[in-house]
């Protein structure tokens, strides 16, 4: 099924609701397909052809999201950034994508060279101004799965972050998938708290939603006392990890007040085991745990029905073909982007000569046939010429009475190429000694493993999907005290 025809089905009924907002918004099916069709047609009345890029950057809002939909209508090319990105960075995404039109919040300042239109995040805006002259009755471009719907840029924590070009088909299927996986109904009120620049709350929690004909609960961010308070109205959460140890600070989380919820999700980024445990003590939900990519959308999924094993990430979805190569995950399939733009060398690269998608994140499956993520290629160590892999020491020193969580990274030494460091958080009101945290590690692990430097610190950079930044531990702690 293509998205249009998604959309077709949910026309059917127009009056139920898709989103709800925390402002009181409310946007019926119908509304929500009306704004997108007014949206496409101010885009089009713009100049913008199809394959033009429209490139936004602006606050969360069920305005950026209809930004989408006018795009898949129209044949226009969503290019949605972080609103964190400055404006070197901003520059540089202008340079490579070359957008017709640049929607951005109306208190930024406005680049010059290109055509810009505003949007806030309460429905206000010059392209709000463009969209109410219209009639907002659009004719849909032909369907086509193979057309590009989205450029998405990759975080780039190495080198210049690329474009990962998706399809059209690559979000149907997956949408299609995950609602049929996860046992979305119409019935469904999933609390939509993350970000709208990213994978995540973009694509997996709303077109799930679309294609189930359930509501959103859209928060324009992630508030722990917000989602409590809304937790009764709701029947599933899909949240990054931090999302869980977050909501585990409050007292309020208990079997009762998650006794109507029928799912949490958990991806992005690896969900510890021990939150996994530790919220399943609380509440009686076993935490699903799914794993996917800006580039391949989501590859894998625990089992809705069946056992979720805690640090894992489960099963390849029904027509994605998930193997592990050499270490390397590698996957196929109608989830998996076209390519990278405008880069076709990078993109070859990263593809076998079979068609699998190179991750560039390592794993295993385990014993019953559960994929275990064991760290990213990048962030492998490689110390005197021997392979040390920092999750296997990060899951060593985490076990560490006292210790809250570690990161394992390689920095620069002029000896051994690379010397392993952890950087370690200590839980409230613990002490732990360097040495103590070595001696210890030196018991279990052969000495090339052993950190040879320990930095403890009040808390590890993550971004707004809760990645541990690997790449800023390495910046700050790279050039050694003299
Ligand atoms: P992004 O493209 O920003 O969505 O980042 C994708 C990367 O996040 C993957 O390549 C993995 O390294 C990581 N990731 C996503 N989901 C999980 C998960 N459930 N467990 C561990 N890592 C994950």
Known sequence: MTLLEIAQARLRDPDSIFIECDDGRIFTYGQFWHLAGQFAQALVSEGAKPGDRIAVQVEKSVEAIALFYACVRSGLVFLPMNTAYTANEISYFLGDAEPSIFIISPEKPQPTGIRVLTLDDVGGGTLIDAARQTAGVFEDIADDAERMAAILYTSGTTGKSKGAILSVGNFASNAHALAQLWQFTPQDRLIHALPVYHTHGLFVATNTVFASGGRLLFRRKFEVEDIMRVLPQATALMGVPTFYTRLLQNKGLTRDATKHMRLFVSGSAPLLAETHKEFFE???????????????????????????????????????????????????????????????????????????????????????????ISGRAKDLIITGGFNVYPKEVEELIDAMPGVLESAVIGLPDSDFGETVTAVVVLKTGASLASADIILSLKLNLASFKCPKRIIIVDELPRNAMGKVQKNVLRQTYGVRPV
Do not use: C, Q
């Open 282 to 372: 609380r509440t009686g939900h076993a935490v699903l745990e799914r794993y996917g990519m800006t580039e391949t959308n989501m590859n894998t999924s625990n089992p809705y029905a069946g056992e979720r094993r805690a640090g894992t990430v489960g099963m390849a979805l029904p027509e994605t073909d998930v193997r592990v190569r050499e270490g390397g995950i590698e996957v196929k399939g109608p989830n998996v982007f076209k390519g990278y733009w405008r880069n076709p060398e990078k993109t070859r690269a990263e593809f076998t000569d079979d068609g699998y998608f190179m991750t560039g994140d390592l794993g295993h499956f385990d014993e019953k046939g559960y994929l275990v």
